[in-house]
């Protein structure tokens, strides 16, 4: 599946969340739709941030003002998934997320071995054989 909105087309609303609701291991890589990106935000844990609003008086008024408080943001935000580069996956499994990085593997490549010669007769052989065997199954 590349994204969730093909998962939705599919296999309809329902039975998509259902399938992905029953995987164990997910794998999340870079999203180009930001319907995708905060649908896998919502799959991350929330944290608490701590923030500081700072109000500074005007003319004569020389009275400062800290506030402070928490909001609640998600640990991996939705915009992460648009950069994440070639072969980096956000995992997600059993409650746990981490970052992974797969590299890309060297490929050993090699011409192909020597085939065998064979004869016309010997074609027109495996032709027919072939031919049987697919005549019997309708049988």
């Known amino acids: 599946m590349q994204d969730k909105i093909q998962n939705d087309m599919m296999y309809g609303d329902k039975a998509s969340k259902a399938i992905l609701s ?69 995992t997600y499994a059993d409650g746990k997320d981490e970052k992974v990085q797969f590299n890309l593997q060297k490929i050993h490549r090699e011409l192909a071995k020597r085939t065998k010669p064979f004869s016309l007769a010997d074609l027109e052989a495996n032709f027919e054989l072939i031919y049987y065997e697919a005549r019997s199954i309708f049988k």
Not at 30 to 40: E, R, S
Not at 77 to 90: A, C, H, N, T, V
């Open 22 to 90: 029953n995987l164990s291991y997910q794998f999340f890589g870079k999203v180009n739709d930001p319907d995708t990106a905060k649908y896998y935000e919502r799959f991350f844990e929330i944290i608490k941030d701590s923030t500081k609003s700072v109000s500074r008086g005007h003319s004569l008024d020389f009275d400062t003002r800290i506030t402070t408080g928490e909001k609640e943001i998600p640990k991996i935000r939705s915009d992460i998934f648009f950069r994440l580069k070639q072969g980096e996956f956000i």
